[in-house]
């Protein structure tokens, strides 16, 4: 089955840029998706496809992808950020398509 | 505006099953995708099942095909997850989510039904 590998735990200073990181084969060829999970909360989509922030999502939340990497920035990071991101994408063997989440990467704003 | 409320969840025994539902308002299930994520407590998040607009393609992941239905019903605009033999590492948070196609996000969530699966 496929796999997309994220850093379990990230940390930024206040007002600083920082990246988070998901690794797939998958990524080769569907985008990403990119939430955000904050505790005893339902997860919150901040980016998808190739550039695109939801209605209501901060502009300081981008996005890339390159190869098998996709990435999500977050320029001038805020207290408020602080959360568990979790990257999903699409897969498919031929015959059976899925879905497939990152094991999540744990932002701490410092 | 768009809104999703599951329920369903609750304690249940080792090698019972369970349905749990998922209403939806503001738009209609039979025009959109929908997914099943579920989260074990303090884990990650772990895709389960979709189903098609036209409700003619089900896609299951492999923890759970075999053991794990997912239907609608349109009159009542309510998604449903059916589990059977379930175990303790089925204990988790179950959420439902819409699918924003053709962007392949999950655009809408739900705000989850905890399952606890205890003797």
């Known amino acids: 089955s496929s796999e997309l590998t994220q850093d379990p735990t990230v940390s930024v200073a206040l007002g600083q840029k920082v990246t988070i990181t998901c690794q797939g084969d998958?990524?080769?060829?569907?985008?990403a998706s990119w939430y955000q999970q904050k505790p005893r909360q339902a997860p919150l989509l901040v980016f998808y496809?190739?550039?695109n922030r939801p209605s209501g999502i901060p502009d300081r939340f981008s996005g890339s992808s390159s190869g098998n990497t996709a990435s999500l920035t977050i320029t001038g990071a805020q207290a408020e950020d602080e959360a568990d991101y979790y990257c999903?994408?699409?897969?498919?063997?031929?015959?059976?398509?899925?879905?497939?989440f990152g094991g999540g990467t744990r932002l701490t704003v410092l | 505006q768009e809104q999703l409320v599951e329920s369903g969840g609750g304690v249940v025994q080792p090698g019972r099953s369970l349905r749990l539902s998922c209403a939806a308002s503001?738009?209609?299930?039979?025009?959109?995708?929908m997914h099943w994520v579920r989260q074990p407590p303090g884990r990650g998040l772990e895709w389960l099942t979709f189903?098609?607009?036209?409700?003619?393609?089900?896609y299951y992941a492999d923890s759970v095909q075999g053991r794990c239905t997912i239907s609608r019903d349109e009159s009542s605009n309510t998604l449903f997850l059916e589990m059977n033999s379930l175990n303790i590492e089925d204990t988790a948070v179950y959420y439902c989510?819409?699918?924003?196609?053709?962007?392949?996000?999950?655009?809408?969530w739900g705000q989850g039904t905890l399952v606890t699966v205890s003797s």
């Open positions: 989510a819409k699918d924003w196609a053709p962007v392949d996000a999950f655009d809408i």
């Open positions: 503001g738009f209609t299930l039979s025009a959109s995708g």
């Open positions: 189903i098609s607009p036209d409700g003619t393609h089900k």
């Open positions: 998958s990524l080769r060829i569907y985008y």
């Open positions: 496809g190739q550039n």
């Open positions: 999903n994408s699409r897969d498919s063997n031929g015959f059976h398509t899925f879905w497939v």
